[in-house]
């Protein structure tokens, strides 16, 4: 690559084709853009990590949208019954986001359908490629956690700098 927006347009290009490869799972179940992935934020937090605690306001940091445009996915969510919110048990002025039954359902079928994906994918890699691509990203994740950008490095309209990764 000769500069950075030259990558920057490549990888971009690459990462474009990826919503065309994938399932169908929110569209048949109804759900916009943004509902799948708090729902499967929320089933990896509980699951994986037992924290039945989250907040909308952890849950907002966590996927990277506004508080506003998180509480509106989160009253959709709710009106089709795929999260409960209640009182925190820890802190009574506080929420807690939980996931029913139903969006504990949506989030295993969609884990298992993204894991025959990529086992699919890892096969056709072979063991010695999947192992640099495992690599690649986790010493790309290192190295931009390492990042603490500069003043170019905003949001269109924002007058803060990056904080995140800090």
Same mark, same amino acid.
């Given at each position: 690559?000769?500069?950075?927006?030259?990558?920057?347009?490549?990888?971009?290009?690459?990462?474009?084709?990826?919503?065309?490869?994938?399932?169908?799972?929110?569209?048949?179940?109804?759900?916009?853009?943004?509902?799948?992935?708090?729902?499967?934020?929320?089933?990896?937090?509980?699951?994986?990590?037992?924290?039945?605690?989250?907040?909308?306001?952890?849950?907002?940091?966590?996927?990277?949208?506004?508080?506003?445009?998180?509480?509106?996915?989160?009253?959709?969510?709710?009106?089709? !019954?795929?999260?409960?919110?209640? =009182?925190?048990?820890?802190?009574?002025?506080?929420? +807690?986001? %939980?996931? &029913? $039954? #139903?969006?504990?359902?949506?989030? !295993?079928?969609?884990?298992?359908? =993204?894991?025959?994906?990529?086992?699919?994918?890892? +096969?056709? %890699?072979? &063991? $010695? #490629?999947?192992?640099?691509?495992?690599?690649?990203?986790?010493?790309?994740?290192?190295?931009?956690?390492?990042?603490?950008?500069?003043?170019?490095?905003?949001?269109?309209?924002?007058?803060?700098?990056?904080?995140?990764?800090?």
């Amino acid at each position: 690559m000769e500069n950075a927006q030259e990558f920057v347009n490549l990888l971009m290009d690459k990462v474009k084709q990826f919503p065309h490869l994938r399932d169908r799972s929110d569209e048949v179940s109804g759900l916009f853009k943004g509902e799948a992935g708090i729902l499967m934020w929320l089933y990896h937090n509980i699951y994986f990590h037992g924290e039945e605690d989250t907040t909308p306001s952890s849950l907002s940091k966590m996927i990277g949208f506004s508080r506003p445009a998180t509480t509106t996915l989160l009253n959709s969510l709710e009106r089709k !019954e795929y999260i409960i919110r209640r =009182m925190s048990r820890h802190d009574r002025r506080r929420q +807690q986001v %939980l996931l &029913t $039954e #139903k969006g504990r359902a949506f989030a !295993e079928t969609k884990l298992e359908l =993204m894991g025959k994906r990529l086992q699919y994918l890892f +096969q056709q %890699l072979g &063991t $010695e #490629k999947t192992e640099q691509f495992l690599d690649l990203i986790q010493e790309s994740l290192e190295i931009l956690s390492r990042y603490d950008g500069d003043e170019t490095d905003r949001h269109p309209g924002s007058t803060e700098k990056s904080t995140q990764n800090r």
